[in-house]
T-cell receptor
Framework: AQTVTQSQPEMSVQEAETVTLSCTYDTSENNYYLFWYKQPPSRQMILVIRQEAYKQQNATENRFSVNFQKAAKSFSLKISDSQLGDTAMYFCAFRVGETSGSRLTFGEGTQLTVNP | DGGITQSPKYLFRKEGQNVTLSCEQNLNHDAMYWYRQDPGQGLRLIYYSQIVNDFQKGDIAEGYSVSREKKESFPLTVTSAQKNPTAFYLC???????????FGSGTRLTVV
């Protein structure tokens, strides 16, 4: 079974600074995908960034980037130039394979607060 | 615009009642999912469906039922057998090839 662990229940950062959220996962699969989702107070789930396990290059999306360490099964999210709108719950998630029905497994989440 | 619509946004249930949460998508996605989220916790999978007329239990299916009669629709019924139904429920859909899910805006169910 796949598991996803986020060891930081809460984090805070000052506006304009950089913060890193941690995620580790466990799987015996070789073909999988990793995601970070953001859930702001509206509770809408928003995809932040996606990483294919077969790609060595770390994914980036504007101020968001990941540090993907496949051997260590680690997938951290770095947020640069933090903004007040980044305040949200962040979930790391994992999905095996190519089929439409393959399930996303989520971590417990990290509540990030950006302070002015 | 394509997306997933969940209704209602808020739902109140009396003890012993069954209630049905609606989820409709116009994204032409084959797979649909129901997740439950409790305060301060992650998302737990209730049921999922890969194609019409087929669905599988997730990790916490007891006390819930689903149907998938149309590709666009995947309603979730919370039965009286679910002893602690107060939670936030999220519906999602997906396409193959490792893309993430598209989520609806959720339904907050409260037992009164």
């Amino acid at each position: 079974a796949q598991t996803v662990t986020q060891s930081q229940p809460e984090m805070s950062v000052q506006e304009a600074e950089t913060v890193t959220l941690s995620c580790t996962y466990d799987t015996s699969e070789n073909n999988y995908y990793l995601f970070w989702y953001k859930q702001p107070p509206s509770r809408q789930m928003i995809l932040v960034i996606r990483q294919e396990a077969y790609k060595q290059q770390n994914a980036t999306e504007n101020r968001f980037s990941v540090n993907f360490q496949k051997a260590a099964k680690s997938f951290s999210l770095k947020i640069s130039d933090s903004q007040l709108g980044d305040t949200a719950m962040y979930f790391c998630a994992f999905r095996v394979g190519e089929t439409s029905g393959s399930r996303l497994t989520f971590g417990e989440g990290t509540q990030l607060t950006v302070n002015p | 615009d394509g997306g997933i619509t969940q209704s209602p946004k808020y739902l109140f249930r009396k003890e012993g009642q069954n209630v049905t949460l609606s989820c409709e998508q116009n994204l032409n996605h084959d797979a649909m999912y129901w997740y439950r989220q409790d305060p301060g916790q992650g998302l737990r999978l209730i049921y999922y469906s890969q194609i019409v007329n087929d669905f599988q239990k997730g990790d916490i299916a007891e006390g819930y039922s689903v149907s998938r009669e149309k590709k666009e629709s995947f309603p979730l019924t919370v039965t009286s057998a679910q002893k602690n139904p107060t939670a936030f429920y999220l519906c999602a859909s997906s396409i193959p090839q490792g893309y993430g899910y598209t989520f609806g805006s959720g339904t907050r169910l409260t037992v009164v």
